[in-house]
């Protein structure tokens, strides 16, 4: 089942041994949820779906109903949109939630030139950051290593993996020992430094580490997400269909 880690499994399998009628619902980025015992199949499939919105950041749909698997494969890469206007972005506040604009952050690449975000526009942004003090972190940065090698001639899909609270040589000789070719910025140890020359608490950007954003070509937040993920190879659809639908 797609984003669903062994704690999402384990639900699944939960729910396939409760009574009918029963519904299992889930969201992009691992969100799931389900209702059984209900005295019809519709109402089973609206309290599962209210149950999954709760929890969800992005569009919930049905996976299973009773005994029959109806998820669409075709339209789940989809479920981040749809995409804001240019009009509607340029009225966006600032923020790092689902449809704010992500603060301007100012990143060096590892020759040391300044980048801005804004700069970026145009593009699909994925934004992780991240320590090598960090466990989840470690743990998780070889599945992003595949995503990020599955769509390297996607010319409209950059990544930045930008590491805190540590130096960043360490970050980088890290990364080296471990065989990870990853397009690394610096934007700084607990501070950030946004375009106005203003500084940004690291904190205020990441509460706990790692932590990811997607941003659109707009620069608006379509996903986020807190901790480590599974399976990030399986987001490649999602970033595709907001390169190829965003922007407009």
């Known amino acids: 089942m797609p984003h669903l880690d062994e704690r999402g499994s384990q639900g699944y399998r939960e729910f396939l041994a409760s009574p009918p009628h029963r519904a299992f619902a889930i969201a992009p980025g691992g969100a799931w949820a389900w ?12 309290a599962a779906l209210e149950a999954c919105r709760e929890l969800a950041q992005s569009r919930c749909v049905l996976y299973a109903v009773d005994d029959e698997v109806v998820f669409d494969a075709k339209t789940w890469p989809t479920l981040w949109g749809p995409y804001a206007t240019a009009e509607a972005a340029a009225k966006a506040p600032v923020g790092t939630r689902r449809g704010e604009r992500f603060p301007d952050l100012v990143l060096q690449d590892e020759q040391g030139r300044s980048q801005r975000l804004s700069a970026w526009r145009g593009q699909v942004v994925v934004l992780h950051f991240w320590g090598s003090w960090c466990p989840p972190c470690r743990r998780e940065l070889p599945d992003l290593a595949r995503l990020v090698k599955a769509l390297h001639k996607e010319r409209g899909i950059r990544f930045a993996f930008v590491p805190v609270r540590e130096p960043f040589a360490t ?9 990870l070719d990853l397009p690394l ?8 430094t946004l375009a106005d020359g203003s500084r940004l608490a690291d904190r ?9 954003y997607v941003l659109d070509k707009h620069g608006l937040v379509v996903f986020s997400h807190i901790g480590d993920a599974s399976r990030w190879e399986e987001y490649a659809p999602f970033l595709r269909d907001v390169a190829a639908r965003s922007g407009r």
């Open 35 to 46: 209702q059984s015992g209900l005295p019809s199949a519709e109402l089973a499939e609206r």
């Open 171 to 179: 970050a980088r000789a890290w990364l080296r020992a471990e065989r």
């Open 185 to 192: 910025y610096a934007g700084g140890e607990k501070e950030f």
């Open 204 to 212: 205020r950007i990441a509460g706990k580490f790692p932590t990811t």
